[in-house]
């Protein structure tokens, strides 16, 4: 078994080397865009079983993004539930053979915490304005600005780490499983997986939204607070 | 460790790729279709509001036509009900009227009935009491002499007219006289004495009797007939009882 903080390219376009990440991550977005485009043009009024689990879930993610950012969950949804699902199914293709999840490995989860890393940015820059952002990291006094810096960095990292800890060591243990027990005792172990890509999946979902959330809300209150006193 | 920094690149073009692949053909239909259906069932709500509210309307409407239906009908009976009793009431009175004018042509029969039979009883009282007066004038009438019957007997020859009086009682046409009681002699011949003063002729006469005359003579002859006796008294007091009776 390789190290799992090493991969090895499968092949070069031209200078640039694909790993066995990028192409799980290909296959995973050619299958989930074909699942959208056979949906979307089967869509009614009436929703099949498929379209109703579907809205199931979409209607699910608004109403969690909604209960976190406290505000319409139109300007999240896309993000967080792209976030969601592709990292729900990366988890989950563990479980097929020879599939090694691309969640399982530093960088995709790393690409996963930068994509958070700059919503949060961006949507703290569109609430407040570029001033009124920066602002927010000398909360509650200009003193806790390294702290608050240190926290913009960490909290990613604790995002990647967390991540790829759990899928790691899941997909590790099911490895080591097999190569020394057969056939049959992994499979308690891979239910275990299931759940944990789950509950990973929303984890990491849900702090995304949730470091979104404080970053629009935090200038939010920050501005009430300075209005309050005058 | 060897961070792959191709890698971290790649997936992160890749995850902006699937950002944007998803939110053009997951969620931007997805969330248009639940929009859709939320107008829908908004529409159809309001639809079946609206409609509930027409039903509703159409039932107050109606309820309220059924009203005035049941309201014409009653009307409707109440006028045929005070027609009926129009009509009875009318019935009645026609009845009555019948029965009124039925009952004074009953007693106007009844009157007549009783009239006449009071009439025919008064009459047969009239007889009576003239038969009676006969039988008991029979005794006495037979003593009046005959003489107290002639002057009556010249009087009614003088109302008689003058041609009645030259035809009456002559030889080619003798009267006839009857009396209650055969006559002697002596009074024929004051009879025609008599006869002869008042008809300015000698009468020639012949006799007869007749004890229904009571008393009395009988004078009859050509056209004339004279009763000078009781039974034409008693008949003329008879009937001029019954014509009182009457």
């Known amino acids: ?98 599939v090694e999840p691309p969640t399982a490995h530093l960088e995709t989860d790393a690409a996963l915490a930068l994509l958070v890393f700059a919503a949060t940015l961006y949507h703290g820059v569109r609430s407040n304005g570029f001033v009124g952002y920066l602002k927010t990291f000398a909360e509650p006094t200009w003193i806790m600005i390294p702290l608050n810096l240190v926290e913009q960095i960490t909290r990613t990292f604790s995002l990647i780490i967390r991540l790829f800890g759990n899928v790691m060591s899941g997909v590790f243990v099911i490895g080591i499983m097999l190569s020394l027990a057969g056939l049959l005792v992994p499979i308690p172990l891979m239910a275990l997986d299931l759940l944990t890509g789950a509950v990973q999946a929303y984890i990491f979902a849900i702090l995304g939204c949730v470091f979104i959330g404080a970053a629009v809300s935090e200038g939010r209150d920050a501005a009430s607070q300075e209005r309050s006193p005058s | ?43 159809m709500l309001d639809a079946a509001r609206a409609a509930q509210e027409k039903a509703e309307a159409a039932t107050k409407e109606a309820e309220a036509e059924r009203q005035r239906v049941a309201a014409s009908r009653q009307e409707a009976l109440e006028a045929a009900r005070k027609e009926a009793e129009a009509q009875r009431a009318k019935l009645i009175e026609a009845a009555h009227e019948e029965a009124r004018r039925e009952r004074a042509e009953a007693e106007a029969a009844l009157d007549h009935a009783r009239g006449q039979a009071e009439a025919q009883l008064a009459r047969q009282a009239n007889a009576l009491a003239a038969d009676m007066a006969a039988r008991l004038l029979e005794g006495p009438a037979a003593k009046l002499p005959l003489a107290s019957f002639l002057p009556e007997l010249e009087h009614a020859l003088a109302a008689l007219p003058k041609a009645t009086r030259a035809k009456l009682a002559t030889e080619a046409a003798p009267a006839t006289l009857v009396s ?57 007091v008879t009937a001029r009882l019954d014509a009182r009776d009457e």
């Open chain 1, 1 to 98: 078994m390789n190290s799992p903080l090493v991969i090895e390219p499968l092949f070069y376009v031209g200078p640039v080397p694909i790993t066995q990440p990028v192409v799980a991550t290909w296959v995973i977005m050619a299958v989930m865009v074909l699942f959208s485009l056979l949906l979307s043009r089967h869509l009614k009024p009436r929703p099949g079983r498929t379209q109703a689990v579907m809205e199931l879930i979409t209607g699910a993610l608004d109403h969690q993004i909604e209960e976190v950012v406290q505000s319409d969950p139109a300007p999240y949804r896309v993000l967080i539930g792209t976030i969601f699902l592709f990292v729900l199914i990366a988890n989950w293709s563990g479980m097929l053979p020879g």
């Open chain 2, 180 to 236: 209650a009681r055969a006559l002697d002699e002596a009074e024929q011949q004051d009879v025609r004495e008599a006869l002869g003063r008042a008809l300015g002729h000698e009468a020639t006469l012949t006799y007869d009797t007749d004890l229904t005359l009571i008393a009395g003579l009988q004078l009859s002859g050509g056209m004339a007939v004279l009763d000078v006796n009781l039974r034409a008294d008693l008949d003329r």
């Open chain 2, 1 to 43: 460790m060897r961070i792959d920094w191709w890698t971290i690149g790649l997936q992160t073009i890749n995850l902006v790729v699937l950002l944007w692949l998803l939110g053009r053909f997951f969620f931007r239909p997805m969330t248009k279709v639940v929009a859709e259906r939320r107008t829908a069932a908004n529409e």
